[in-house]
């Protein structure tokens, strides 16, 4: 396990200050992952302090998957909710078209849906006529 500092991502800037975490991949500067509860962050270049990390506890330490993005999605797509999110019946199935390009909201990449108020994680669709299923784990 390697310990990184990251920052958390604003509009897909770093932004604040530098947090510790961990992951068990290879990270650089520049890279972009996600926590466990799904929030982006980039690593950034600044050392990590050792110390703190024995004595907060390196069991304590969150934990990071490196983000990969998704095939960006466009307008016009035609894509499904897929069983990552809970899909409510009425959406079970049910076929959309992207409306704007995605784009993060409150630090999920997003795209709006013809036919759907708000907007709807793209990690949670998938195009039309692939495979409908959940991600999977790394």
Known sequence: MEFYKAKYLKNTVPAGRAYTFKSEKILLPGDKAETADG??????????????????????????????????LKIGDKVVMNSKYHVSDSNNGKVFTVM???????????????????????????????????ESEE
């Open 39 to 72: 929030k982006h962050v980039q690593i950034v270049d600044e050392p990590v302090d050792m110390e703190w990390v024995k004595t907060y506890g390196a069991e304590k330490v969150a934990v990071l998957k490196k983000y990969v993005e998704p095939d960006s």
């Open 100 to 134: 704007a390009e995605p784009q993060e909201v409150c630090g999920t990449l997003s795209v709006w849906l013809e036919g759907y108020s708000g907007c709807y994680a793209v990690d949670g669709l998938s195009r039309y006529g692939e495979p409908v299923a959940a």
